[in-house]
């Protein structure tokens, strides 16, 4: 009973983003599809479109970067579909399986290499961190 217990406490959060390029390109079922393939449990999901502000807010960690604008005006630019992922270390493991942010560098396999067009369109977001998680979903999924 104590070995599964210590693998359940390992069950984390995290929050995914099906950018709108790829929403665009009709890609959310085939995402969501790897994900569900990879392990992931889609816990909770909702298509919806951001405001500028509303990227603004979600991206505030960005602020000072120089590709702050760009990047709220992009997310903001058509439907995205949030999503909640669930799986042992799932922030990691998302991160891993997203793939490096330039779909050039990304590794055969991952999400950015399969799907993402750019640098700036590639198709997926995961947080970063468990704290950045817990944070991204309230920001999504207010209760």
């Known amino acids: 009973i104590n070995l599964w217990k210590k693998t359940m406490n390992n069950i984390e959060q995290t ?9 665009e390109r009709n ?4 995402i969501k599809k790897e994900f569900i393939n990879k392990g ?3 816990t909770k999901e909702k298509k919806i479109q951001l405001t500028k502000s509303e990227a603004e807010e979600f991206y505030k960690v960005h602020e000072t970067k120089p590709f702050y604008n760009d990047l709220c005006t992009y997310l903001s630019s058509g439907p995205i579909v949030v999503m909640i992922l669930e799986k042992e270390d ?3 493991a998302n991160r891993e399986f ?19 067009v750019s640098i700036d369109k590639n198709s997926v977001h995961g947080s ?3 704290e ?7 920001f999504f999924f207010k209760d």
């Open 98 to 116: 997203m793939g490096a942010t330039d779909p050039k560098k990304a590794e055969e396999g991952t999400l950015r290499k399969k799907f993402g």
């Open 27 to 30: 890609l959310d079922s085939e």
């Open 90 to 92: 799932a922030v990691i």
């Open 15 to 23: 929050l995914s983003i099906i950018k709108p390029d790829a929403i």
């Open 132 to 138: 950045n998680a817990k944070i991204e979903i309230n």
């Open 40 to 42: 992931f449990k889609i």
């Open 128 to 130: 970063d961190s468990v």
